[in-house]
């Protein structure tokens, strides 16, 4: 069973305006939560995260928040760009251990100038 | 610094023929990842590393085996390829940070 859901395989958006992309968890025993970008033909990096004990994190056009009682997280990107166009991925982390990282099915940003 | 370095980029293979797929780190990491992506499924681990040494299976392990050559490196085998692997296939390592993922190998099987 997916335990990190995203719901909406794609997003379309207007330069300059806020793109929302959302992700729910059903395990309430993640503690640390991250977004990843994925341009075509290349793997997928990093962009930002946010630990269980925090709400908000903020990075420079990008902010994650997170919303415990309901299992929710969501990246906003303020203002959108062209460049940001990608595949994102919302990923939660579980305690220690190698394997304790699990995706969501990704959504599908496009920017439209 | 080259980060996860996968190789080869491209693959086709027939039905039945087998393929070793390579990757390599140099940032140290102790544990690597084996992942597929195809549409509407996300990101799947097929087999991790956890340490040179160790191997365990991921979601979806069937068909593949890996080797941990050592601490660098990390294959992914099909020995006998069948259409239902093909996809898109990601390395990845880390220690206590985000994952780095490799550039893909994009995997073909007729």
């Known amino acids: 069973d997916q335990q990190v859901k995203q719901n909406s395989p794609s997003l379309s958006v207007q330069e300059g305006r806020i793109s929302i992309l959302n992700c729910d968890y059903t395990?309430?025993?993640?503690?640390?939560f991250l977004w990843y970008k994925k341009y075509p033909a290349e793997g997928p990096t990093f962009l930002i995260s946010?630990?269980?004990i925090k709400d908000k994190n903020e990075d420079g056009r990008f902010t994650v928040f997170l919303n415990k009682s309901a299992k929710h997280l969501s990246l906003h990107i303020v203002p959108s760009q062209p460049g940001d166009s990608a595949v994102y991925f919302c990923a939660a982390v579980w305690g220690t251990g190698a394997n304790n990282l699990f995706f969501g099915t990704g959504t599908r940003l496009t920017v439209i100038p | 610094n080259a980060g996860v370095t996968q190789t080869p980029k491209f693959q086709v293979l027939k039905t039945g023929q087998s393929m070793t797929l390579q990757c390599a780190q140099d940032?140290?990491?102790?544990?690597m990842y084996w992942y597929r992506q195809d549409p509407g499924m996300g990101l799947r681990l097929i087999y991790y590393?956890?340490?040179?040494?160790?191997?365990d299976k991921g979601e979806v392990p069937n068909g593949y085996n890996v080797s941990r050559l050592n601490k660098r490196e990390f294959s992914l085998r099909l020995e006998s390829a069948a259409p239902s692997q093909t996809s898109v296939y990601f390395c990845a390592s880390r220690d206590n940070s985000p994952l780095h993922f490799g550039n893909g190998t994009r995997l073909t099987v007729t």
């Open positions: 946010i630990s269980s």
């Open positions: 590393s956890a340490s040179e040494g160790t191997t």
């Open positions: 395990n309430s025993m993640f503690d640390y």
């Open positions: 940032m140290n990491h102790n544990s």
